[in-house]
């Protein structure tokens, strides 16, 4: 289908794709306020009910690679229908669970149709969407994603209030129903990219094993496993090893080995990762120093923290419509800049004003990184030969997926290393602060290292010389 220059000629689309990221999003984040309520419904300990929010993390980290190539060989439009099916199903599934297995196995299921729903809005808006205006639809997207991550937990609190844990997923299952006629109206037949409809199975089940053993690696003690976190990664790199070996052998592979040799592919990735790490950090250090540092309140550490959801939500589509204007690589590098003066008010504000500096310097960090990932995401998809363009999207949730899993895990011990005692209530308010603030220059370093890779690439790009 020929891209068109105007957006409006694609709201439908536009639609039926920002609902997909907005539904997968909304699943995410909507049963994390029901756990202590499923732990006393299943009589269930707090590790054994974690595993309704990590399957469905786990099932998205491993599937979205192999949705967006699934994409790429059969269609956009009719993987997407059954990735909205799946999706619907399996909430069904959820809503009616007898037992607290059955609806763990309805949130890994439903984790593999989400895994859909992130990997194809990017890949098809790349194919209607003319190369001017693919920016306001990237930002868009991101909106989405920052909504539905933000509407989770208030929308699943008033849900479990008034009618109970089950009426979550009916309200899942009832949009899946919704947003499939959307689909089905409003996104066009799309023809199989690749040239041949044949899957590499040896490498998805490499791949899904090495994403399985990293995830597990990283989530696996705060869910009960009482294995070392070694014992499941090495297995994991092995496995990423052997996947690697596969597509080089294979003769339809499902990651072709040379887009990794593409720095304008590599760059993207790597930068999108590191930045998901940094977002993440404040999303599970940040609370721990409102509540021991600042000796917030729940509802007011809920309305703090609601700030930075909001601020992405507002700053996604201008974001967009930045890129489209001033360009990809400018719009990046300003996010990114921006993003870094964000993290270090983080650093020194809080410290010397308390909750308005905390405030100030999320209101400048989220902004920056909404305008970073537009552009990227813009960048990435650019690049994007119409073969690939599936599984590039499935990397770049992929590689945002990583990005989080790495930002809940080691940066919290970074935090917890630089305290005192051997917990928070050990500690006082002052060092509580003090390690937070030593936290976040550490992670506004890296930000800035981020910011001096991209701005290394952009010279190259131009023919300059490397700094």
Not at 25 to 36: D, E, G, K, Y
């Amino acid at each position: 289908m020929k891209p068109q220059a105007s957006l409006a000629a694609k709201v439908p689309t536009l639609a039926a794709l920002a609902g997909a990221i907005l539904l997968a999003s909304l699943a995410t984040s909507i049963v994390t306020v029901a756990l202590p309520h499923l732990a006393t419904v299943f009589s269930a300990g707090v590790p054994a009910v974690q595993w309704v929010v990590l399957a469905y993390l786990l099932s998205v980290t491993v599937a979205i690679v192999v949705a967006g190539r699934l994409g790429d060989l059969y269609g956009n439009r009719r993987v997407l229908l059954a990735g909205i099916a799946l999706f619907t199903l399996a909430s069904v599934c959820g809503a009616i669970a007898p037992s607290l297995g059955w609806l763990i196995a309805a949130r890994a299921l439903q984790g593999l149709g989400a895994a859909v729903l992130m990997a194809l809005p990017m890949s098809i808006a790349k194919s209607l969407i003319a190369k001017a205006r693919l920016g306001a639809a990237m930002g868009l997207l991101g909106s989405m994603s920052a909504i539905g991550t933000a509407l989770g937990p208030s929308v699943g609190g008033l849900l479990i209030g008034q009618f109970g844990w089950r009426s979550m997923f009916v309200l899942l299952a009832l949009c899946g129903a919704g947003l499939l006629v959307l689909a089905c109206a409003g996104v066009g037949k799309t023809p199989a990219a690749a040239a041949s409809a044949r899957i590499d199975w040896a490498g998805c089940a490499w791949l899904c094993a090495a994403l399985l053993g990293i995830a597990l690696a990283a989530t696996g003690s705060q869910a009960g496993i009482a294995v070392q976190p070694w014992a499941l990664l090495i297995p994991g790199l092995v496995a990423g090893l052997l996947f690697i070996r596969s597509e080089r052998c294979a003769e339809h592979p499902l990651i072709p080995v040379a887009l990794f040799r593409e720095r304008a592919i590599v760059a993207p990735l790597c930068m999108n990762l590191l930045v998901a790490s940094i977002m993440m950090s404040t999303l599970v250090v940040g609370p721990l120093f409102l509540s021991f540092g600042l000796g917030l309140s729940e509802v007011g550490m809920g309305l703090v923290m609601a700030a930075g959801p909001v601020a992405a939500a507002l700053s996604g589509a201008p974001a967009g419509r930045l890129t489209d204007r001033f360009g990809t690589d400018r719009v990046l590098l300003a996010g990114l800049l921006l993003a870094a003066v964000g993290l270090c008010g983080f650093a020194v504000l809080p410290g010397l004003i308390g909750v308005p500096g905390y405030l100030t310097a999320m209101l400048l960090m989220t902004p920056g990184f909404q305008l970073f990932l537009a552009a990227n995401n813009t960048a990435l998809m650019n690049q994007a030969a119409e073969a690939n363009r599936g599984v590039l999207s499935g990397l770049l949730g992929l590689s945002r997926n990583l990005g989080l899993l790495a930002g809940a895990t080691a940066l919290p011990l970074v935090f917890a290393w630089l305290l005192d005692g051997t917990t928070l209530a050990d500690n006082s308010a002052t060092v509580i602060g003090k390690a937070f603030s030593m936290t976040f220059l550490g992670v506004a370093g890296l930000c800035f290292l981020t910011l001096l890779f991209a701005a290394r690439g952009r010279l190259q790009a131009c023919g300059h010389h490397p700094i």
